[in-house]
T-cell receptor, first 117, second 115 residues
Framework: AQKVTQAQTEISVVEKEDVTLDCVYE???????LFWYKQPPSGELVFLIR??????QNEISGRYSWNFQKSTSSFNFTITASQVVDSAVYFC??????????????FGGGTRLMVKP | DTAVSQTPKYLVTQMGNDKSIKCEQN?????MYWYKQDSKKFLKIMFS???????INETVPNRFSPKSPDKAHLNLHINSLELGDSAVYFC??????????????FGNGTRLTVT
């Protein structure tokens, strides 16, 4: 069975600090996909990034960066120079293909990030 | 322009009632889902449909019955509502993925409160 663990339930930082959200996963699949979603206080779920299991290159998008390490089954998310608007719950998720008919996401428990001015 | 839309946004009802939540997507996706988010923010899949056909039913009580009249719609009907059904329900959709790489596009959620 697939499992995603986000050990940090809540993180509080001051604006402009860097912050890393941890994600550790378990799967028996050799090919899989990992995702990060953001849930701001307004409640919607916003897709941030996906990464496949055979591409371990780190990725940077503006102030966001992701570090995928297959050896430790981790897919961590770093926000550089955090801003108040980054305050949200962040979810890491692992994908399981459904017989080529879409994919089922198993979510971690989420990390609530609070950025204070 | 809304990609995945759910109605209603809020639903307050009493125990024992029957209610429905509607979901529509205009993305042309083949697969639709219902996820439940509990009070601790934990997200768990309930159902998945592909081209109107049920793919996943994750041990959800049979008081919950999804209905997909066409591939753009996946409605959720709940009979005999219980207090524990209070949660936020998210509809989502995705295109056929090559190996599971398709991100899910979520609706804005329906907050169900059972009193």
């Amino acid at each position: 069975a697939q499992k995603v663990t986000q050990a940090q339930t809540e993180i509080s930082v001051v604006e402009k600090e860097d912050v890393t959200l941890d994600c550790v996963y378990e799967t028996r699949d050799t090919t899989y996909y990992l995702f990060w979603y953001k849930q701001p206080p307004s409640g919607e779920l916003v897709f941030l990034i996906r990464r496949n299991s055979f591409d371990e290159q780190n990725e940077i998008s503006g102030r966001y960066s992701w570090n995928f390490q297959k050896s430790t089954s981790s897919f961590n998310f770093t926000i550089t120079a955090s801003q108040v608007v980054d305050s949200a719950v962040y979810f890491c998720a692992l994908s399981e293909l459904l017989n080529n008919a879409g994919n089922m996401l198993t979510f971690g428990g989420g990390t609530r990030l609070m950025v204070k001015p | 322009d809304t990609a995945v839309s759910q109605t209603p946004k809020y639903l307050v009802t009493q125990m024992g009632n029957d209610k429905s939540i509607k979901c529509e997507q205009n993305l042309g996706h083949d697969t639709m889902y219902w996820y439940k988010q509990d009070s601790k923010k934990f997200l768990k899949i309930m159902f998945s449909y592909n081209n109107k056909e049920l793919i996943i039913n994750e041990t959800v009580p049979n008081r919950f019955s999804p209905k997909s009249p066409d591939k753009a719609h996946l409605n959720l009907h709940i009979n005999s509502l219980e207090l524990g059904d209070s949660a936020v329900y998210f509809c989502a959709s995705s295109p056929p993925g090559a190996g599971g790489n398709s991100p899910l596009h979520f609706g804005n959620g329906t907050r169900l409160t059972v009193t």
